[in-house]
């Protein structure tokens, strides 16, 4: 089955940052848009920010300003660098297709902000 691994979480201050990183061993990252997904406990999974093959980059409002999605096609990884963080950014993070979700999701990432 084709998996996704996330990683990078882990418990943060208010107004910390942290860097999520996504891999796989299965998906050419490079053929598809990517994006970084999040699901906050009794929330459905929304959509955090997406890049395109061509690196064009787009935010949910939410998270503008704060949030950068990047890609390393030579490495086969997507990144989410997160700044500025708030209580409200707690969530599993996740990786997957970035125009409608396409593949197995994978564990996620859990993101704790908290003081």
């Known amino acids: 089955q084709v998996q996704l691994v996330e990683s990078g979480g882990g418990l943060v201050q208010p107004g910390g940052s942290l860097r999520l990183s996504c891999a796989s061993s299965?998906?050419?990252?490079?053929?598809?848009?990517m994006g970084w997904y999040r699901q906050a406990p009794g929330n459905q999974r929304e959509l955090v920010a997406r890049i395109s093959t061509g690196g064009s980059a787009s935010n949910a409002d939410s998270v503008k300003g704060r949030f950068t999605i990047s890609r390393d096609n030579a490495k086969n990884m997507v990144y989410l660098q997160m700044d500025s963080l708030k209580p409200e950014d707690t969530a599993v993070y996740y990786c997957n297709r970035g125009w409608a979700p396409l593949f197995a999701w994978g564990q996620g990432t859990t993101v704790t902000v908290s003081s």
């Open positions: 299965e998906i050419q990252f490079s053929r598809y848009g």
